[in-house]
């Protein structure tokens, strides 16, 4: 038994060995692996409370959030090309191009630090919602926008499906953060936001009225009317407006007495997108002013527009809800964004850059399956 014994103890202390080598072989693989993974890892933008931006995801998004803007923003008839960006907006003195990075990179790091915000407070997707998150990136490998396909994307940006999904998960998380916080209108109404409540209707609402006359009321009523809105220099009382509307406006075209009692409120954010037409519109934004009228013509239908802004009322959110619903639309829609907003900026400031400096100009825009994939609650 000794002498059998013996002769298997090389044996054994071979196949020991060559385990050990095997096992040693295959950690230096993982290992191997696993710093080719890391080396090849986009690398990280941002971080936030444990949490990476990298930058495949980033530059993707870029992309995404530009398309946005220019949708939301094409009255303003951008070039897009290094003279169109190159150009200065004269508000802010900055070229569009620096002027809307900064906006769409601001976008991007309020809806990391909302996904992040999201996770740290337990909330979870529910099965569901991954389930339309996989199938997004599936159509999105399938199917162009535009004339960019998948492919195209990926050569240009240096994006995959990873990246994909990751700002598509990205964006569900802000969405339904907000609606966990500030989708119930009795939290945005409570005393607790009250002052910030006032602060957001002050600033981001304006109140109008319109009247409307036809050329076919004759040239007598026409100077009538200007004579009484005070196109002579003497000016008009909200009062008088109010009255002169009822008493001129064309029937079809009825303001106090019909939709808006009240007089048309309209949000700032969301980019007079009610039904109005063109002609209204340009006069809405030439009426910056309280108490300046403004005469625009509506050629195709022989009649003139008559604009006035009123003084905001100063209690909106205390009176009845129906009026409310009229006249404000989507006001605690719209307000409880601009509270969610305000406390996701309250967090930047502990979002750590790893530098993105100018590499991030203005890439060509990718439509993100018309806001199936960036879905936005509004930008305020």
């Known amino acids: 038994m000794n002498a059998v014994t013996t002769e298997k103890r090389p044996f054994y202390r071979k196949k020991r060995f060559i385990f050990g080598a095997v096992a040693l072989l295959l950690a230096l693989a993982v290992l191997t692996v696993g710093l080719v993974m890391v080396l090849n890892a986009s690398p990280a933008v941002y971080r936030f409370g444990g949490a990476v931006l990298r930058e495949d995801a980033y530059s993707y998004w870029f992309s995404c959030q530009k398309y946005v803007y220019q949708v939301r923003y094409r009255d303003l008839m951008i070039e897009d090309s290094d003279a169109g960006w190159a150009a200065v907006e004269a508000t802010s003195g900055k070229s569009y191009g620096q002027l809307f990075r900064e906006m769409i990179d601001e976008e991007i790091r309020l809806r990391f630090v909302a996904a992040t915000l999201f996770d740290s407070e ?38 995959g499906p990873r990246a994909v999904k990751q700002v598509a998960l990205y964006e569900q998380k802000y969405i339904a953060l907000y609606k966990q916080l500030f989708s119930d209108p009795s939290v945005v109404y409570s005393t607790t936001y009250r002052e910030a409540l006032e602060s957001f209707y002050n600033t981001y609402y304006s109140r109008y009225n319109i009247i409307y006359l036809k050329d076919e009321a004759g040239a007598d009523a026409i100077a009538a009317l200007e004579s009484s809105l005070g196109f002579d220099g003497s000016g008009v009382t909200e009062e008088e407006f109010t009255a002169l509307e009822a008493e001129y406006t064309d029937e079809s075209f009825k303001v ?7 007089g048309i409120y309209l949000y700032a954010g969301e980019s007079y997108a009610r039904s109005f037409n063109d002609e209204i519109l340009s006069a809405f934004r030439q009426a910056d002013t309280v108490g300046k009228v403004v005469k625009v013509r509506n050629a195709d239908d022989n009649g003139s527009y ?4 009123y003084a905001l009322d100063k209690t909106p959110y205390l009176l009845d ?14 307000a409880g964004i601009y509270l969610y907003r305000t406390l996701l900026r309250e967090e930047l400031a ?10 991030y100009t203005l890439p060509r825009a990718v439509s993100c399956k018309e806001y199936n994939i960036v879905q936005l609650l509004g930008n305020s």
């Open 350 to 359: 502990a979002i750590e850059s790893q530098g993105i400096d100018e590499k």
């Open 256 to 262: 106090t007495s019909g939709n808006y009692p009240h």
């Open 321 to 334: 809800e129906e009026w409310v619903d009229v006249s404000f639309g989507n006001l605690p829609n719209y």
């Open 306 to 309: 008559y604009v006035m802004r």
């Open 122 to 159: 337990g909330y979870s997707l529910s099965d569901t919602d991954h389930e339309t998150l996989d199938s997004l990136v599936e159509e999105f490998k399938t199917e162009s926008f535009g004339e960019i396909p998948f492919e195209a994307i990926e050569r240009t940006y240096g994006v």
